[in-house]
């Protein structure tokens, strides 16, 4: 029997259909785009900056604020060392939308899931970015957010997947409101029994960028320390291409202010919001609260021949600040040349309706929705009011003023420490029926506690936002409420006093958007739903950074007999000191 041998020509045909299987398998068993590790270096330090032309001590990050922006794709690990140099200062840094699923440790909320990183330490962040989004990153200690340390973060979709909407050309723009004194001279003001508010901002910064006017600057001037002439403080400048069509991924972090943001003479289209697809709706005013992001679309299709001017003002509070104002620049033109024209005034700051009408406009993007449950299984009414406590004047919730214990709330539970917190339940209501949200209350005395919210695992939970009269008549204060670990669907949003039995009615069940920031309007509410679903313990609170410095949180845990080993980088204040290993 002889060896029987293919011809030279059937023998390559047969080689290239081996190799076309085998390239077919491999499709089949290896993900085409395989998750990465972006991998950030930060130094922390103060240094002497003019982002308005005042200098004054700022923090940044390798000498940028706003800090780097952290660019990363859906799934991939990011992972931030970062180095305190501030010398005297504790930090820690929160990386706001991001859910933490699996590491509730570095959610970077000092006092609940880690002990702050101490001068000349360095603390490594590792986590997963799990979905694509607009999100943000900040100083989760004391007031060091409005000090200058924050950033973006944007996440993008896998490799050949698209977004539900086109464009050409992507940017980021943080806004935030900016004060001349520092965070010390704040807090001292509004913890002492002498009570100094911190007053309306200075300035509004587009991108850390503004021009405050040196000869009628309202804060104490010395010689040098304002100076209009610094190129630091030249406008913000977004060069664009005339007939492209750009998404605006615009994210504010003001310590007080509710901001109108424009662009004169373009309209924006808005698409996302927290990280997900809104039914797509257009603005000429985008109304944005401290903590939210959105993507807006924006053609660029007027006359190309000059300049326009984009333009933030202060709603919701009658404030002093002059407008933030960077340029919308047309290319080829230069990109300082000034517009032709007077910036637009904005809209009224006491236009309530506007705003509570951009709030109910923003809808799930069909094709995108994520139902969520029907029904609730607990229902917590939290109250927002301003009490006094022991002399000194604070924001508190349904009466109750938080303070945070000096060891972290997830290593207590996870270390059976429940001596170091209050293990008294905290009120999940208010006297419904006596209660006048409408009036200044005669008895504005209050508590304090460290007490938090225990949720049974994988439940539903609906969280009532209530707005009251605060301790000046006739004023209600808007409050942009944040919730860390999760996101949560609006259902709804009210005037006046929420009905407990007609108001669930109306809920939109059907297409509400998913967020991790919402407003609660003045003398108004908001409705939130929500899955206790991610083991761990969680910060809610009002993203204003004098609110919260006064006490206006909460603590929610959830699935702590969940949570892995944790790690010993997070320990070391408290009664966890000899917990930490060198």
């Not at 000046?472 to 005037?495: I, N």
């Not at 603590?555 to 204040?573: D, H, N, Q, T, Y």
């Amino acid at each position: 029997m002889r060896d029987y041998q293919l011809p030279p020509s059937k023998c390559i045909a047969m080689m290239k259909l081996l190799t076309f299987c085998l390239f077919i398998i491999s499709l089949i068993n290896i993900p085409i785009a395989e998750a990465r590790i972006r991998h950030y270096k930060w130094e922390i330090k103060y240094e002497y900056r003019s982002p308005d032309c005042y200098k004054k001590l700022v923090i940044t990050i390798n000498g940028r604020t706003p800090g780097p922006t952290i660019f990363a794709q859906q799934n991939d690990t990011v992972i931030v060392e970062v180095k305190n140099n501030l010398l005297t200062e504790n930090t820690a840094i929160h990386w706001h939308g991001i859910r933490q699923i699996g590491t509730p440790w570095f959610d970077g909320t000092e006092g609940v899931t880690q002990c702050p990183v101490l001068p000349g330490d360095t603390f490594v962040y590792k986590f997963v970015v799990d979905r694509p989004g607009t999100y943000l990153y900040h100083a989760h200690y004391g007031m060091q957010r409005e000090a200058g340390l924050y950033g973006s973060i944007r996440v993008a979709l896998p490799d050949g997947k698209s977004e539900p909407f086109a464009y050409d050309y992507d940017r980021s723009i943080i806004l935030n409101d900016w004060y001349h004194k520092s965070t010390y001279e704040q807090a001292a003001g509004l913890s002492s029994i002498d009570f100094q508010w911190v007053d309306e901002p200075q300035s509004l910064l587009i991108h850390g960028k503004g021009r405050l006017n040196c000869s009628t600057a309202n804060s104490p001037l010395k010689a040098g320390v304002c100076n209009n002439t610094n190129p630091e403080c030249s406008l913000y400048s977004m060069t664009v291409v005339p007939g492209k069509t750009y998404r605006l991924r615009i994210s504010s972090l003001t310590a007080l202010s509710a901001l109108s943001f424009q662009i004169e003479g373009h309209n924006m289209s808005v698409v996302e919001a927290d990280g997900h697809y809104v039914e797509p709706f257009v603005v000429k005013n985008l109304f944005i609260y401290s903590g939210e992001t959105y993507s807006v679309l924006v053609k660029t299709d007027r006359d190309p021949s000059r300049n326009y001017w984009a333009t933030t003002n202060v709603v919701s509070r009658n404030s002093t600040t002059p407008p933030g104002l960077a340029i919308f620049n047309y290319y080829p033109n230069h990109p300082r040349r000034s517009p032709p024209t007077i910036p637009p005034s904005g809209p009224l700051w006491n236009d309530v309706d506007s705003r509570f009408n951009q709030s109910l406009a923003i809808k799930a993007r069909k094709g995108h929705m994520h139902s969520p449950p029907a029904t609730s299984d607990r229902v917590i009414v939290l109250l927002n009011t301003q009490n006094v406590v022991n002399g000194t004047r604070r924001w508190s919730v349904n009466d109750v003023s938080f303070n945070l214990p000096h060891t972290p709330y997830l290593i207590a539970l996870k270390e059976n420490l429940l001596h170091t917190f209050s293990q008294t339940p905290p009120p999940e209501g208010y006297d419904f029926v006596n209660y006048n949200i409408s009036v200044k209350q005669e008895d504005s005395n209050g508590t304090t506690s460290d007490a938090i919210y225990r949720l049974q695992f994988n439940s539903t939970v609906d969280i009532i936002l209530q707005n009251a009269n605060s301790m000046v008549s006739d004023v209600s204060e808007t409050h942009p409420w944040h919730l860390h670990g999760h996101d949560f669907w609006v259902l709804g949003y009210g005037r006046g006093k929420f009905d407990r039995i007609n108001d669930p009615k109306k809920y939109n069940l059907v297409d509400p958007i998913m967020k991790n920031t919402v407003p609660v309007h003045p003398y108004g509410w908001t409705a939130l739903r929500f899955k206790a679903d991610n083991p761990g313990v969680w910060a809610f609170h009002c993203h204003i950074e004098s609110h919260f410095f006064m006490g206006m949180r909460v603590a929610f845990e959830e699935g702590i007999e969940r949570v892995g080993k944790l790690p010993s980088s997070i320990m070391g204040c408290g009664e966890t000191k000899h917990f930490r290993k060198p």
